[in-house]
């Protein structure tokens, strides 16, 4: 018989990792193909930030809507479903691009990419909040934010080396086969929507999770369920864990999607030397998930911790335009970009101790979906301020400096709300310990 730990993390958590693993292929690849000449020549925008720009915020704004209607969708057909019809999108994007000859097919590629990857965040957040007690889920939530880390970290190695080797169109094909390949039969064969319905768990296993009838968090009843997200919705708190996510979405699509031009045209590197402090960066942000996560199960502290990683961000990102040798500016961004990311691994611990499990696909949906509609406009807002700042991106820190001080705000905020919680959880295991 399996251990009581044993399905949901041989299960589950890897199938998790991988859907972000090899998503963050597809999602990171435009930033570099954008470097590449013959792609830029192609779709006749060679020499225009503005419309590199453009390329990079349109996946955003509609990626960010979607989330709306998949985190709707996954608490009334499931997280597994939702999830292999978003392999199936993202594929069909994939496929797209590589038989682009426009910057209008680009554009659509991107918007299918973006329909269909806007489901990741719900579908983890209502798996992990389903399958995970509460001592796990911060540990369970880094499955997906190694995924999107190391799928980052990898994807710009990989990517690189297909593009110089296969071109960007052989790129794009082979990521639309890894999608069907590997993604789609994990959550076909190992994943289920509760613990009561996967074959390989026990008793003892759904006893200790503490969802026995976890199968009900899934359907009509939750779907219906207007009232609770309107008391989410009018709940202040929500608004400020989605303006910490605002932070991890500007960092990501912003910053992660320039960090390749900035590294090649601000910082002259090669190609092969972009791709390694691309890399680099990601590998950063997966070594501050690990030590996030470990001191987030541990103490409990999300908020004090997000300050602590938004302050690091601050510094670090504020003195980077001024650094003249690029081999110290490169470490200082990839550091300035890994703690600018903290919220992505802590701010879904507290929604899920705010609002608990069963309404994490909606409320997971509509945060996710409002930052990332914000964070849309970050790519955009870059491209304008390098293209009007002759090259520099000196004004584009500037802005990014700002958006990571006004989530250390929000976390501020929240830190003597998530105190009280603590204190009053603390009693409660006192007193039950004590009876």
Sequence with gaps: MLTRSASRWLYIAPSIF???????????????????????????????PAAVGLILSIFVWPY?????????????????RIAMVSILGWTLAMLVGGLAYSYGAIVASRLILALAE???????????????????????????????????????????????????????????GLALVVALPMFLLLVRDAP?????????????????????LVGKEVFRDWSATARGLSDWRFWLLTGTMLVSSVASFGLGGWLPSYLKTARHFPPTVMAFWVSAAWAVAA???????????????????????????????WVTPTTQDPNVAAPLVALGLATALVPTYLTPGLLQEFYGARLQGRLGGLMMGISNLLSGFA???????????????????????AI????????????????RRNRLAAQAQEAQTAG
Aim: glycine share 8%; aromatic share 14%; hydrophobic share 55%.
């Design 18 to 48: 991988m859907l972000w693993f090899l998503s963050n292929f597809d999602k990171l690849s435009i930033s570099i193909f954008v470097t590449n000449h013959d792609f830029l020549s192609a779709l006749h925008i060679l020499n225009n």
């Design 64 to 80: 960010g809507i979607c989330n709306f209607f998949w985190g709707f969708m996954v608490d009334r057909y499931g997280p597994r």
């Design 118 to 176: 806007s489901a990741l965040w719900p579908v983890s957040l209502k798996l992990t909040s389903t399958w995970f007690p509460r001592p796990e889920r911060a540990r369970a939530q880094t499955t997906y934010f190694y995924g999107q880390v190391l799928g980052f970290l990898f994807g710009a190695l990989v990517v690189t080396a297909l593009l110089l080797s296969v071109g960007w169109r052989g790129a794009y094909f082979i990521l639309a």
């Design 196 to 216: 009561s319905q996967h074959y390989a768990t026990s008793p003892a296993e759904r006893e200790y999770i503490g969802e026995a009838d976890a199968a009900l």
């Design 287 to 317: 070594a501050v998930a690990l030590l996030t996560s470990w001191l987030g199960d541990r103490s409990h502290r999300f908020s004090l911790l997000g300050i602590v990683g938004l302050v690091i961000a601050t510094v670090v990102l």
């Design 379 to 401: 790519p955009l807002v870059i491209g304008l301020l390098v293209a009007s700042g002759k090259g520099s991106f000196s004004g584009a820190f500037t802005f990014l400096v």
């Design 404 to 419: 990571i001080v006004a989530g250390m705000i929000c976390y501020a905020i929240l830190l003597p709300v998530e105190v």
